[in-house]
């Protein structure tokens, strides 16, 4: 199906960088992460199916990590410019959309990964005016939301109790809400540069991590851990976002068009994030001696009534539409006083 153009469209779109020809356009998309990641993987899918549905009107070029700069606010500002027209945004977006920090919060979401994805990507959620207007404030626009597995935690000793995470000196990124979230559990959250974690691990400046699974085999920090611990507390999530003058510039049809092909990848990005995981954890396994934990549902509920205040916090701190996302979620999951355990 070819979709038509609209003159407006283009001008806008040459106007922000895009490359426009008579028949053709560019859409550029910006990656956080590098060649062979889940993001690569669901941005692959993302390319084939936007071209092939417009019959090679649209063309995307995918910007893996290192091709848009080295920080992920350049990204984030390329977006919000228009030199790049669409992008992924994860923990570090909180600087730059702070309600999107909700997706950080621990014991929210259920342990099912696909009931999850599924509840992210629906139009209760996706297309609520909470979310949509607190990136739109921002110059920018949520168009899907890619989960890249859950976030597991390693340690050099054994943690199935919240008295077990007592003055750990855990590893957190620079978030005020994750800090919050570790100091609930009992921790002692330190902000180490992604770079150094590894030597820090090592040398017992720090004494756990929390990266999915496919960070902790790509960057070794098994190598130097010996607990890998599965709470399921939260996913690593992702938020594909668009510039919001692009979006607003483009036809319904390729408005109709993106929403059918996000909602196609629905399905898609979950079943690339869980072989990529299952992967990884396997050679984690052949690889070290490291000692894997799944906590019980028992255990979890310890952790989870130690943070279920975090939820106040990120409220007070981000304002009420943060609040109307969380309720739209906890609505949803359906349950706002154990909505993990569904």
């Given at each position: 199906?070819?979709?038509?153009?609209?003159?407006l469209?283009?001008?806008?779109?040459?106007?922000?960088?895009?490359?426009?020809?008579?028949?053709?356009?560019?859409?550029?998309?910006?990656?956080?992460?590098?060649?062979?990641?889940?993001?690569?993987?669901?941005a692959?899918?993302?390319?084939?199916?936007?071209e092939?549905?417009?019959?090679?009107?649209?063309?995307?070029?995918?910007?893996?990590?290192?091709?848009?700069?080295?920080?992920?606010?350049?990204?984030?500002?390329?977006?919000?410019?228009?030199?790049?027209q669409?992008?992924?945004?994860?923990?570090?977006?909180?600087?730059?959309?702070?309600?999107?920090?909700?997706?950080?919060?621990?014991?929210?979401?259920?342990?099912?990964?696909?009931?999850?994805?599924?509840?992210?990507?629906?139009?209760?959620?996706?297309?609520?005016?909470?979310?949509?207007?607190?990136?739109?404030?921002?110059?920018?626009?949520?168009?899907?939301?890619?989960?890249?597995?859950?976030?597991?935690?390693?340690?050099?000793?054994?943690?199935?109790?919240?008295?077990?995470?007592?003055?750990?000196?855990?590893?957190?990124?620079?978030?005020?809400?994750?800090?919050e979230?570790?100091?609930?559990?009992?921790?002692?959250?330190?902000?180490?540069?992604?770079?150094?974690?590894?030597?820090?691990?090592?040398?017992?400046?720090?004494?756990?991590?929390?990266?999915?699974?496919?960070?902790?085999?790509?960057?070794g920090?098994?190598?130097?851990?010996?607990?890998?611990?599965?709470?399921?507390?939260?996913?690593?999530?992702?938020?594909?976002?668009?510039?919001?003058?692009?979006?607003?510039?483009?036809?319904?049809?390729?408005?109709?068009?993106?929403?059918?092909?996000?909602?196609?990848?629905?399905?898609?990005?979950?079943?690339?994030?869980?072989?990529?995981?299952?992967?990884?954890?396997?050679?984690?396994?052949?690889?070290?001696?490291?000692?894997?934990?799944?906590?019980?549902?028992?255990?979890?509920?310890?952790?989870?009534?130690k943070?279920?205040?975090?939820?106040?916090?990120?409220?007070?701190?981000?304002?009420?539409?943060?609040?109307?996302?969380?309720?739209?979620?906890?609505?949803?999951?359906?349950?706002?006083?154990?909505?993990?355990?569904?």
């Amino acid at each position: 199906m070819k979709l038509q153009k609209v003159a407006l469209g283009v001008a806008v779109a040459s106007m922000m960088g895009v490359a426009t020809t008579a028949s053709a356009e560019t859409w550029r998309f910006g990656l956080e992460e590098i060649e062979g990641s889940v993001q690569h993987g669901y941005a692959e899918e993302f390319k084939r199916l936007v071209e092939e549905k417009t019959d090679g009107d649209v063309t995307v070029q995918l910007l893996p990590y290192g091709k848009w700069g080295s920080t992920y606010s350049a990204l984030y500002d390329a977006i919000q410019g228009g030199s790049i027209q669409m992008g992924f945004g994860s923990g570090a977006l909180g600087g730059t959309v702070p309600e999107s920090q909700l997706l950080s919060l621990n014991f929210v979401m259920p342990a099912d990964e696909m009931e999850a994805v599924t509840v992210l990507n629906s139009d209760e959620f996706l297309k609520s005016d909470a979310w949509q207007e607190s990136f739109r404030e921002r110059g920018l626009v949520p168009l899907a939301e890619l989960a890249e597995g859950y976030q597991v935690w390693t340690t050099n000793k054994e943690v199935t109790t919240p008295a077990d995470m007592d003055n750990l000196q855990i590893r957190v990124m620079d978030n005020s809400l994750l800090r919050e979230t570790y100091k609930g559990y009992g921790a002692s959250p330190i902000s180490i540069a992604y770079g150094e974690l590894y030597s820090a691990l090592q040398q017992g400046q720090a004494e756990g991590n929390i990266q999915p699974v496919f960070a902790h085999e790509e960057m070794g920090f098994y190598e130097v851990q010996d607990y890998l611990i599965f709470a399921k507390q939260s996913q690593f999530l992702a938020t594909l976002m668009g510039n919001l003058e692009w979006y607003d510039s483009l036809s319904d049809e390729q408005r109709s068009m993106l929403d059918d092909v996000t909602s196609e990848l629905v399905q898609v990005g979950h079943d690339i994030q869980t072989e990529f995981n299952s992967t990884r954890l396997e050679t984690i396994k052949e690889n070290s001696d490291i000692t894997v934990i799944e906590l019980t549902d028992e255990q979890r509920e310890q952790f989870r009534e130690k943070v279920e205040p975090v939820r106040e916090i990120f409220v007070e701190d981000v304002g009420e539409r943060g609040g109307q996302a969380l309720e739209i979620l906890l609505e949803q999951f359906g349950s706002s006083d154990n909505a993990e355990e569904k």
